[in-house]
């Protein structure tokens, strides 16, 4: 688990240092590159937490802050994103609509003149194609955990999901500030499903691989859905 947790940061500073310009000399400290590092700490920190499920093996679901608090560190950027915010932890755990309605505002929100053109948009994509991203592999991871082996048709379609995933490194594709990091979150994803394979019947193999193996290598790979 602390092995993926490594892997996870060292993609994300990885990200965060391509995100400066080739062959730009360093600007000194100012209001504006202060603001858009907060925000990318935020950003980064709120999918930290909201992926710990997928990534990390933590429970799907924490009714309250103590029983999120009793999952150990891989849930300790909750608290971070969610005081900067002002909102409980384990409902950004949970990833509760208001609570990602907030995260988006935060986000958005910088003094007038202070945050550089374009910065705010490409942030807020970047959010909003993880989000998406996320919601789709916390339901899959949830259809393997409650429904495999006796796995039903829906549970299935959920296994298999992977639109959102390959939607989210095909924007890391063609975004320049966030792209790496978008394609790091969306390979992360894509892979920790993959990881599932060892624990389930090997009719439902092909489906928990093919989110990953279609975004390596297109649609065409898509197994045939069960008759």
């Known amino acids: 688990m602390r092995t ?3 892997l996870f940061a060292l993609f994300l500073v990885g990200g965060a240092l391509s995100c400066a310009p080739a062959g730009q000399p360093v600007a000194p400290p100012s209001a504006a590159r202060e603001s858009v590092t907060n925000q990318h700490t935020l950003v980064l920190a709120a999918l930290d937490c909201m992926t710990a499920p997928v990534v990390y093996d933590t429970p799907p679901w924490a009714a309250s802050d103590p029983e999120m ?3 150990g560190p891989d849930t300790s950027s909750c608290t971070t994103a969610a005081r900067a915010i002002g909102v409980r932890p384990a409902r950004l755990y949970r990833m509760s609509p208001d609570v990602l309605f907030d995260l988006r505002h935060a986000m958005a929100r910088s003094p007038a003149g202070l ?3 374009g910065s705010s948009t490409d942030l807020l994509s970047f959010f ?11 339901r899959a991871q949830a259809a393997l955990v409650g429904e495999v082996p006796q796995a039903t048709l829906d ?3 959920k296994i298999r999901a992977g639109q959102m995933v390959a939607k989210l490194d095909e924007f890391g594709r063609r975004s320049g500030a966030n792209g790496l990091e978008a394609r790091a979150v969306a390979m992360l994803i894509a892979a920790n499903r993959f990881r599932q394979i060892a624990r389930v019947p090997a009719e439902v193999r092909p489906y928990v691989a093919e989110p990953l193996f279609g975004m390596m290598f297109g649609s065409d790979f898509r197994s045939e859905p069960p008759p």
């Open 128 to 138: 909003d194609q993880s989000v998406a991203a996320i919601l789709e592999a916390r």
């Open 69 to 71: 608090d009793t999952y």
């Open 115 to 117: 945050q550089p053109p």
């Open 4 to 6: 993926r947790r490594s």
């Open 155 to 157: 549970a299935v379609d």
